[in-house]
């Protein structure tokens, strides 16, 4: 029992001599080589793996070296990578232009898919990205309430736009105070954000702020934290909450939408909000997301009404086309209670490994996302997720893709399996984090 994590072996490092020469010259001429900060592994030591392709549940960097991938490109490829369905798909909408500017079909075919797995979606815009979701939901909200400020969870991302990248300090009811350089002390002062899980630090936030918050945005299962839970009677204690005080209600079920099943999270918990910013598998890969909501409030929208949001790549033939078919083969094939399945062995599997080796590992799972804590107790929240070991999942990570197995490069996010994992799969990933976590 060693309760520390290692190198499986010397042998098992391969070389990655073509990405380690990618990297150099990417960090030339792109901020840290990479156009999005994480996929820079700070956060677990070593330099990132270039990607040339993805089959199934692997991907192959381009030294040639083979991972399963737990990645599925940060949630988005459900069905994983190169799905013939979504590729065909993608293949025949590109034969027909790839851009417009103008109304196509698949948008409309896509809306009502989405209203049919999601009621509570009656008018809904696509957009190219989460972000853009999220940013443009509390515009609708506030343009509908005429109040500026919004109530997030600390922990929780709802992508970078300026007011959403705020979280509080420790204390539980504080301003919000920017957490990146370039984000105005005046923007983040509209935005307040409180602990996870506290209901009560929400109801002390409207007392506080009387007839002043516009929305409170949650995702319905954090995953930015790693994969968080709600506490029983949470979402029912915002929605509750919300009402009452004529604040709007949004779910961002960017990760969760389609992943628990087609209903995402407010199937799941019985929630209906008034408002819900979907991205990742919406989007089946390519470049789409979407929010909606209720009609009278998605009615403040140009050119009914006088909120102002726009794209020239909004609900694009092509990222359209790739949601469709995504969506199309998660109704046919089903592959829920399999994914929950195999998610469920990997899970067990992980903690069984840790278990043997001595290593303490909470494995928090909903469906088939889940995060492996190196904690002891279990995180409801972010101070409690903050409390994980950094440094181990860092050697765990490295030990793991030295191995073959692709995870998230940090500890706070989310690990994904895909209905192209199959059990021999999840067996050899459990294997490898044994030897991983015993240290051999
Ligand atoms: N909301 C949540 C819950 C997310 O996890 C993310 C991205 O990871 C976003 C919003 C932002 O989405 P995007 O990266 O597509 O802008």
């Known amino acids: 029992m060693s309760g520390q994590v290692t190198a499986i072996t010397a042998e098992s490092e391969r070389p990655r001599d073509a990405s380690a020469a990618l990297e150099a010259r990417a960090l030339k001429r792109i901020p840290a080589g990479v156009n999005s900060p994480v996929r820079a592994f700070k956060a677990v ?10 089959f199934g549940a692997t991907v192959e960097d381009v030294d040639g070296n083979r991972y399963i991938d737990y990645l599925a490109s940060w949630g988005p490829l459900i069905l994983g990578h190169a799905h013939p369905t979504v590729v065909a798909a993608i293949q025949e909408a590109a034969a027909y232009g790839t851009s417009f500017g103008a109304p196509t079909e698949r948008e409309v075919l896509l809306a009502e898919l989405i209203q049919e797995a999601m009621p509570s979606l009656e008018l809904m ?13 509390l515009r609708v909200a506030r343009a509908f309430t005429g109040r500026s400020k919004i109530l997030k969870f600390d922990g929780c991302y709802h992508g970078h736009a300026d007011s959403l990248l705020v979280k509080a ?40 702020f009387p007839g002043q918050i516009a929305a409170v945005i949650v995702e319905p299962i954090a995953a930015n934290m790693g994969v968080i839970p709600p506490a029983d009677g949470f979402l029912a204690g915002l929605r509750e909450v919300t009402k009452r005080h004529g604040a709007l209600l949004i779910f961002d079920e960017v990760v969760s939408g389609f ?10 918990f019985n929630i209906a909000p008034d408002l819900t910013c979907l991205g990742k598998i919406v989007g089946g890969g390519m ?3 979407a929010y909606g909501g209720r009609r009278d409030i998605m009615e403040v929208l140009a050119p009914l009404g006088p909120a102002y949001q726009a794209g020239t790549l909004s609900g694009n033939p092509v990222a359209t086309a790739a949601g469709l078919a995504t969506i199309q083969v998660l109704k046919e094939t089903d592959p829920y209670a399999k994914l929950d399945a195999l998610a469920g062995r990997l899970a067990a599997g992980l ?11 909470q494995v928090s799972r909903v469906g088939s ?44 996010e989310a690990g994904f399996v895909s209905a192209a994992h199959t059990e021999a799969d999840i067996d050899r990933t459990i294997e490898l984090a044994g030897k991983a976590l015993a240290g051999r």
């Open 369 to 412: 996302m889940m995060t492996g804590f190196f904690s002891s107790a279990r995180p409801t929240d972010y101070t409690s997720a903050l409390s994980a070991d950094r440094e181990q999942y860092g050697r765990y990570f490295r030990a793991m893709l030295a191995g073959g197995v692709y995870l998230a490069p940090s500890q706070f």
């Open 287 to 289: 470049p789409l997301a």
């Open 169 to 208: 300090g420790s204390g539980a009811l504080t301003f919000g105070t920017p957490d990146s350089a370039g984000v105005s002390e005046a923007v983040a002062a509209e935005t307040i954000s409180t602990p996870y899980n506290d209901l009560e630090a929400v109801r002390g936030a409207f007392e506080k």
């Open 125 to 137: 815009r696509l957009v190219s990205s989460g972000t853009e979701a999220c940013m443009s939901a």
């Open 259 to 268: 992943r628990l099943g087609l209903g995402g999270a407010q199937a799941a």
């Open 351 to 361: 903690e069984a490994g840790a278990k043997a080796a001595g290593v303490p590992l």
């Open 45 to 54: 030591g070593g330099g990132p793996v270039y990607i040339r392709r993805g």
